[in-house]
């Protein structure tokens, strides 16, 4: 194993902002959106794994596992409980989880990295959060598969809070930032289609 760590892509939302669907199988550079989150998820983790609900058969050809929250709307956390649940049974026993949007393509490729340094200064039980320009992006995480239980019995008893408060009513948070590159915050996510029209603008421009 590189770090005892298994990524979550979270695919979950309505996306009535971009007309409905889901957002991250809108394409980015003749590839959906997807394809680049796994892109970038992939080499900082030792497995990956797909929380959608629905059908899994559209997200065929990201050759994911498709794992669904085990209760519907429950938000971005149904999706960290289901994917603490998955990490805590596979065999190679993962100790944590590093979840991600599906719709974030530019994340930074060292997130794992940075997040990981954090719990070695701080405390491996703790969770680790990301954050761009002063601002906390609470999906994009590294949490301990030993919290699964207290996850589970805070949704029994809050339902679909946020991720942030369920983060503070655990272990406090260990927040670690990571810069802007020269022309976008790595945590910009794709919600309307003039946001759509930015990314591709972006992606142009790393391109030349």
């Known amino acids: 194993m590189r770090n005892g760590v ?24 003749d590839r959906p959106i997807l ?33 669904a929250d085990p209760t519907l709307d429950l938000g971005p956390l149904g999706g960290m409980l289901v994917g603490m649940i998955w990490a805590s049974a596979h065999p190679s026993c993962y100790t944590h989880i590093l979840t991600v949007a599906a719709d974030t393509p530019f994340f930074p490729d060292s997130l794992a990295e940075g997040l990981l340094a954090a719990l070695a200064d701080g405390g491996r039980d703790r969770v680790a959060l990301a ?15 030993a919290l699964k239980d207290d996850l589970q019995a805070f ?22 930032d990571f810069p802007f590159s020269d022309r976008i915050d790595p945590f910009f996510n794709v919600n309307t289609p003039q946001d759509l029209a930015q990314a591709r603008k972006f992606m142009r421009s790393l391109e030349e």
């Open 131 to 145: 954050a761009s320009g002063g601002q906390v992006h609470p999906t994009f995480g590294l949490w301990p598969v």
């Open 6 to 29: 298994a990524g979550i892509v979270l695919a979950g939302g309505h996306a009535t902002r971009m007309g409905g669907g889901d957002k991250c199988l809108h394409l980015l550079d």
């Open 35 to 67: 394809a680049h989150v796994i892109e970038r998820l992939r080499p900082q983790v030792d497995d990956v794994v797909l929380n959608a609900n629905g059908d899994p058969a559209r997200f065929s050809t990201s050759g994911l596992e498709v794992v």
């Open 155 to 176: 949704l029994a008893s809050n339902g679909a809070a946020s991720v942030r408060r369920f983060a503070a009513q655990t272990h406090p948070p260990l927040v670690v």
